[in-house]
């Protein structure tokens, strides 16, 4: 087997090489840090260089943006955006395509053994299993093929994904038409390793002594709009504020993403999908008395395809028009930076595993933390 790739901050894992490999002689492996990369076997590979077309990376899919809109939104039912992440955008995209264009819907759900995994929709009852964000890297699967063979029975597809997702989705339809496909992007961060994810659960399980049964990473209560919620079999709940989880900590930091994210060509406005969503930082400094501190979307419009379908579901939302500037965030400007530390970590991870390692670089962040405060304050006194 021989890698398909060059390096790996080169590969994103998207799986556009193994959904348009026409021997499928391409496999996606898990490496040791628990991320996938399709490997590829030269015995029974023909040199097509099928694979090598389709890649992202070495590719451009970028949308010829002539107009971007862009708007912050919250949906007026209160209970369906207490629901979401944010402004309860996506749910509302998924209705109007099943409902009322008896089409599909694809996005990232948790399987039964808690892995993320991309899947097909086509009940109203099944959205909430997409909704709310899933900080750790999904499998596709064989969802391109999926959405293929539903663009050729003519039926209308929303596909939601991570922006390099979104660009392995468009390049493996090639030539197939995609005036039905509606794609969604996200504003993201970098994507956690799914091996980190897993250990963490098991922490938690054994800790809590019971199955894991759900997980929300974006729970609202009246006290904290963002919470870490695990649900266990026998009813106990693990809730944390966000920012205080040990996992949530170690992915904000960047410490737990694949290379790619470091390196990543869609940290930009020159977006891939239709629509682009994602929490609409420094809202109440952009848009006066609009944030009730309840979820509000940032919603970019990026073809006229993504605003015809916006425009069918307007009327479920507050809205407020914003721009470019305004909705501004570090990962709309640039990659996520690549931590000091990243390779170490690793290595620490490898070696000594999951529990040893957050225990350590949580404690480094401590340090880190109360040096920047010292620091302030000695400035203080001397300003």
Known sequence: MEQVYKEKKDCTGCSACYSICPKGVITMM???KGFKYPLIDKGKCVNCRMCAKVCPIKNSHKNQIENQKVYAAKNKNLDTRL???SGGVFGELAKYII???NGCVFGVAFDEEKKAKHIKIEDIKQIKLLQTSKY???DVNNTYEEVKNELLKDRYVLYSGTPCQIAGLLSALNNINKEKLITCDIVCHGVPSPKVFNDYQKVLERKYKSRIKNINFRYKNEKEPQNFLVEFEDRKKYIKKLSSDIYYKLFIKNFTLRESCFNCKFSNMNR????T???F?????NINNFDDNKGVSLVILNTSQGEDIFQKIQDKFEIAESNSKDCLQPNLIRPT???KKYNNFWMDYIEKGYKHTSKKYILLLNIERVKRKMTKIVRRKNG
């Open 272 to 275: 891939v999908a239709d629509i």
């Open 136 to 138: 750790v890297q999904s």
């Open 30 to 32: 898990q490496d040791e």
């Open 337 to 339: 930076e690549m931590p």
């Open 281 to 285: 930082w420094g809202i109440k400094k």
């Open 83 to 85: 629901k979401s992440s």
């Open 99 to 101: 409902q009322e264009q």
């Open 277 to 279: 969503l994602g929490d």
